[in-house]
């Protein structure tokens, strides 16, 4: 028996940190990833240049502090205002009702360009 072969096909490349900035000067990868994953150590690149390598209506996700190492209550409390402060200069918004504690694994974002 043969299995019907998938329609689309899917690509995942993981990409060592250090080209995270030179991504977007490569005009060949502008508006070309569906989906971006980033962990909470690799916050600082989610910025409007990094963004710019996804595609319209496509997604980010970041993942949740829970897995953090201890937070204060204060770190915790600032966390999503400033996650939705650097979403608003990249062009995205949040999705649903993620929210930072009660998400198991990570925050949905959606490109709005």
Request: hydrophobic share 40%.
């Given at each position: 028996m043969e299995?019907?072969?998938p329609k689309s096909s899917i690509t995942v490349k993981f990409l060592?940190?250090?080209t995270m900035e030179q991504?977007?000067?490569k005009q060949i990868l502008l508006k070309s990833f569906d989906l971006i994953y980033l962990s909470t150590s690799q916050l600082s690149y989610f910025t409007p240049e990094l963004t710019a390598i996804l595609k319209d209506d496509s997604n980010l996700l970041i993942e949740n502090i829970k897995y953090i190492p201890p937070l204060t209550t204060a770190q915790e409390g600032a966390f999503?205002?400033?996650l939705k402060e650097m979403a608003?200069?990249?062009k995205c918004e949040l999705l649903g009702s993620n929210d930072d504690k009660n998400n198991n694994f990570h925050l949905s974002f959606h490109r709005v360009d």
């Amino acid at each position: 028996m043969e299995l019907d072969k998938p329609k689309s096909s899917i690509t995942v490349k993981f990409l060592p940190l250090g080209t995270m900035e030179q991504l977007p000067k490569k005009q060949i990868l502008l508006k070309s990833f569906d989906l971006i994953y980033l962990s909470t150590s690799q916050l600082s690149y989610f910025t409007p240049e990094l963004t710019a390598i996804l595609k319209d209506d496509s997604n980010l996700l970041i993942e949740n502090i829970k897995y953090i190492p201890p937070l204060t209550t204060a770190q915790e409390g600032a966390f999503l205002p400033k996650l939705k402060e650097m979403a608003t200069a990249a062009k995205c918004e949040l999705l649903g009702s993620n929210d930072d504690k009660n998400n198991n694994f990570h925050l949905s974002f959606h490109r709005v360009d």
